[in-house]
């Protein structure tokens, strides 16, 4: 397990978020903590000092996120569908909602089945 460091509370709040899902592991990704199915990462916690949540969505959905100003492109990844969050400015079920479409575009089928 990562320790919460710096991350404290937020990642408390993305280990609440994630570890239910099936197969979701916690890890480090350069440098951030992040949660993945397989090999396949579904959220990512951003940097200090305003804490965001990067997550997957479908790319030709992602215009229409990046309308939402508490949401930007996610550097170096955005391209393949990421969005990042300014996490302070959304509601839980919102953050639930949008970690559970990334956790859904990335695991197996056969893992879907068991949510």
């Known amino acids: 397990m990562i320790?919460?460091?710096?991350?404290?509370?937020?990642?408390?709040?993305?280990?609440?978020?994630?570890?239910?899902?099936?197969?979701?592991e916690e890890y480090l990704m350069v440098h951030h903590p992040a949660f993945r199915v397989g090999k396949k990462p579904f959220a990512i916690l951003g940097s200090l000092p305003t804490m965001t949540l990067g997550v997957k969505v479908p790319k030709e959905a992602q215009p229409a996120y990046l309308e939402d100003p508490r949401i930007t492109k996610t550097p170096y990844i955005g391209q393949h569908g990421w969005i990042s969050l300014d996490w302070a400015r959304f509601e839980d079920a919102e953050i639930r909602a949008l970690i559970d479409l990334s956790y859904r575009g990335v695991a197996p089928k056969k893992l879907l089945s068991l949510i």
């Open 3 to 24: 320790d919460s460091g710096a991350y404290g509370p937020w990642l408390a709040r993305l280990r609440a978020a994630c570890g239910g899902y099936p197969q979701a």
